[in-house]
């Protein structure tokens, strides 16, 4: 690398250290930042968790080192496979000793979904950076505690949303924000599969918060806003249910939800847990469209356009998430699409608002 681009890299990251909330981490960090690692702790060592912890085996610069687990012989079988020392492994009783622990940076969170907030707020006391699953909290309530407690404590809150760095979604992105598809005016997110086990947390509404909006169909709310570029201005919802012993109080088998935009573009979706082979994205413009199909499942992703193929290697988006996670942590990059607290609850006042509008059949005005 050459001395001037050494010399503009630190330059640029001194700037950058000053004008963060994050400056503390920033300014610890080793000035050779391509050398630099992300230290992970995963916490929840579930079915998820175990995909981010292989897939972080090819991260360049994302490294697992810790884990939080309620699951004894789990954390052996951790240690054994991912070569983690003792000193990094702890329970959900000790992990806020984590404070002590200068060999872990960041705490990933794939647990159920309510107890991402209150395990938020310890990793931030403990002073260590927070990755949160989707969705980020049960509520933007939850949410916005979780931004206020990470930017109190001057660590980063980010989102496992592994769709922002996934290279065809991102070419998409490209070609809209370019308006190759003229002014793009209609959305329709299609997110579903059908769920399992009827004794599964997704199905407890306290371990939940919901049901398929709150596991799938947080995807077509995302989508929407980062295919589309825009915030919605209102909401409207439609509940549907086949089967209330399955799919109890508080648990939504199936919504179907409409976002309108200040440009004049709607949205049309569907989030369920009754049906396989969901996972569609289609955007439409004055002058072209883009359709992915899969759009959201682990790849490959498939996208063309009203002029062809989209083409684009394959590689495991954990880890290109993990990656990018790291550089946006201990390098101050920013991300074509954010992944921060604060998109996690963009997307968390939507699905209040799809709630509310479901329950109440009325039309939710945001913004
Ligand atoms: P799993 O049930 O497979 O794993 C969750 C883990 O959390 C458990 O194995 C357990 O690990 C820990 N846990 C702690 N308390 C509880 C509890 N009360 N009940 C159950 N588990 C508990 O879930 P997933 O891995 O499928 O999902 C975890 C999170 O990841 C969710 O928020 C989900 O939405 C998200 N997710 C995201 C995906 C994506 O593509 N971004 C895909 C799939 C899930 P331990 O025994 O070690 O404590």
């Not at 959305?187 to 599964?200: A, H, K, N, V």
């Not at 929407?224 to 648990?251: H, S």
């Not at 499942?297 to 790291?326: C, F, L, R, S, V």
């Amino acid at each position: 690398m050459s001395t001037r681009r050494i010399f503009l890299q630190k330059a640029g990251l001194s700037t950058l250290a000053l004008s963060l909330p994050f400056a503390n981490s920033l300014s610890a960090m080793n000035t050779d930042k391509e050398d630099k690692v992300l230290r992970v702790a995963i916490m929840g060592l579930g079915s998820y968790g175990t995909r981010v912890a292989e897939a972080m085996k090819d991260c360049k610069r994302a490294k697992l080192v810790g884990v939080v687990s309620g699951t004894p012989s789990k954390v052996e079988t951790w240690k054994q496979k991912y070569g983690i020392p003792d000193k990094n492994c702890y329970n959900y009783e000790t992990f806020d000793q984590i404070k002590d622990n200068p060999d872990i940076d960041v705490v990933y969170m794939t647990t159920p979904n309510s107890l991402h907030k209150p395990h938020c707020l310890s990793i931030a006391a403990a002073g260590k950076h927070v990755i949160s699953e989707k969705p980020m909290a049960l509520n933007a309530a939850e949410g916005r505690e979780m931004v206020a407690s990470c930017k109190k404590a001057g660590v980063h809150l980010l989102v496992g949303y592994r769709m922002h760095f996934e290279a065809k979604t991102l070419e998409v992105v490209r070609q809209q924000r370019a308006g190759e598809f003229g002014k793009t005016l209609f959305f329709q997110g299609l997110s579903g599969f059908i769920i399992g086990d009827p004794t599964q947390w997704r199905l407890d509404p306290a371990l939940a918060g919901g049901g398929a909006m709150m596991d799938i169909g947080v995807y077509s709310i995302n989508g929407a806003r980062y295919m589309l570029g825009e915030e919605p201005t209102w909401i409207t919802a439609q509940e549907v249910k086949t089967d209330p012993v399955k799919f109890k109080e508080g648990v939504d088998e199936t919504i179907t939800f409409q976002m309108g935009f200040p440009s004049g573009a709607v949205a049309s979706c569907l989030s369920t847990y009754s049906l396989n082979n969901l996972d569609k994205f289609y955007l439409n413009g004055t002058k072209g469209f883009a359709e992915m199909q899969p759009s959201t499942g682990y790849g490959p992703i498939k996208a063309w356009t009203n002029k062809g193929p989209i083409e684009a290697e394959h590689i495991t988006h954990q880890t290109t998430q993990m990656d990018e996670m790291a550089a946006i942590i201990l390098d101050g990059k920013k991300p074509l699409i954010p992944v921060d607290g604060e998109e996690g609850l963009k997307d968390l006042v939507i699905v209040d608002a799809i709630y509310a509008a479901a329950k109440s059949g009325e039309k939710i005005k945001l913004g």
